[in-house]
Nanobody, 125 residues
């Protein structure tokens, strides 16, 4: 299956901002999720967006700081990350639920079938 590819990772200082992107032009009627895995921790869902409705969901730890969005053609989804903290340091992944339609919970790993390889985000204090 086609791979997803994330871009936009990098290193920022505490309080900085980054925007990640993921090309999803094949999946305009699917749920797209953003996950992260910090060193020594399990992968966790941080945000999701239903490509058809634009409905978003967020993990409590990122509410008010992260925003998931998509472009008007639904070719890309984005994760805008503001007020970054050192604890946000992780590898970030985008993922697609290949079942058409809106997201279910949107933040559970088992709901997704297709994954990107991840992009590193490092926040220094």
């Amino acid at each position: 299956q086609a791979q997803l590819k994330e871009s936009g990772g990098g290193s920022v200082q505490n309080g900085g901002s980054l925007t990640l992107s993921c090309e999803v032009y094949r999946y305009k009627n699917n749920c797209i999720g953003w996950f992260r895995r910090a060193l020594g921790k399990e992968r966790e869902g941080v945000a999701s967006i239903s490509a058809s409705s634009g409905t978003t969901r967020y993990h409590d730890s990122v509410k008010g700081r992260f925003t998931a969005s998509q472009d008007s053609d639904k070719n890309f989804v984005y994760l805008h990350m503001n007020e970054l903290k050192p604890e946000d340091t992780a590898i970030y992944y985008c993922a697609v639920d290949l079942r058409p339609g809106d997201c279910y919970s949107g933040l559970l790993e088992y709901e997704y079938n297709l994954w990107g390889q991840g992009t590193q985000v490092t926040v220094s204090s």
